[in-house]
């Protein structure tokens, strides 16, 4: 009797938190985590976290027509992690079983240390907990579960500015290499993600909002590399947040701007500019 009345008092919890879901993070330097029915899909399937006072409830839900396939309670404040604000989430290994949370418990200021745990969804088990020194936010996963990629916050004094960090999740070890550019000397970016689109082993984020001027990061997740590509504007664009990435028949990246106008269009070969408008 108990098991239902838990069952139910957290699938009206998720329906509260709306149907975009709720977003967590208090103003830290990454989006933060994500919670309710927005969560992550894969499949038939969405996975998504229900905060309550004192624990964290993960549910698989199924998308065609809302059955609870499934649930566990984690002590303390866990979420899917955001990796843009456009609402991008990301965590889900592609196994499709394994997702990672990341600790809720974040604000405007540097953390001493980072927690991410790891979830089996279909048999809902609580895997490992890793824990890192520092401030780090989740960014990608490599295609194979090799690799996990993490933005490290550097300095209280500007929290837009960060660096790529990569974790062997094999050997259950942070590399010392920071991943960036090769063409440039500087390992440390500065801006904010507005939005993301992962594709064929890449993850490409659209940064902006900061003192630097708007680029998209292009991360190669099975080779542990980076390129930068500058965007052609010499100031930064009054509505970039509502700017998204997306790809176009030719499989071209392309920056969208309100009403799906092509602001930006780049060769995801030579990651070259192709074309641009000059103000958007």
Request: hydrophobic share 40%; proline share 5%; net charge positive.
């Amino acid at each position: 009797m108990r098991r239902r009345v838990s069952t139910v008092v957290v699938v009206v919890l998720a329906c509260l938190l709306g149907g975009a879901g709720a977003a967590s993070g208090d103003g830290g330097p990454g989006p933060g985590v994500a919670f309710g029915w927005a969560g992550i899909t894969h499949g038939n399937m969405r996975y998504v976290a229900v905060p309550t006072p004192s624990w964290t409830t993960v549910e698989a839900i199924q998308r065609d027509g809302g059955k609870v396939m499934g649930m566990l309670n984690l002590e303390g404040a866990w979420g899917i992690p955001l990796v843009a604000y456009d609402g991008t989430t990301g965590g889900l290994l592609s196994d499709g079983r394994t997702l990672l949370l990341a600790d809720a418990n974040a604000g405007p200021y540097l953390r001493s240390q980072s927690l991410f745990t790891f979830v089996d969804v279909k048999k809902m088990h609580q895997l490992q907990t890793l824990t890192l020194r520092g401030d780090f936010s989740f960014d990608a996963l490599s295609p194979d579960g090799h690799y996990l990629y993490l933005i490290e916050h550097t300095t209280a004094k500007d929290l837009t500015q960060y660096r790529v960090r990569a974790y062997d999740l094999k050997e259950r070890r942070l590399l010392p290499k920071i991943v960036a550019d090769r063409r440039s000397w500087d390992t440390t970016m500065s801006g904010t993600a507005i939005t993301r689109l992962s594709s064929d082993g890449w993850a490409y984020t659209l940064y902006g909002g900061s003192s630097s001027l708007p680029f998209i990061h292009a991360l190669d997740t099975r080779h542990i590399s980076a390129v930068c590509i500058n965007m052609p504007w010499k100031y930064q664009p009054g509505k970039i947040w509502t700017y998204r990435l997306r790809t176009d028949g030719d499989g071209h990246l392309v920056v969208r701007g309100p009403h799906g106008r092509a602001l930006v269009t780049v060769d995801r070969q030579s990651f070259r500019v192709l074309s641009s408008v000059r103000n958007p």
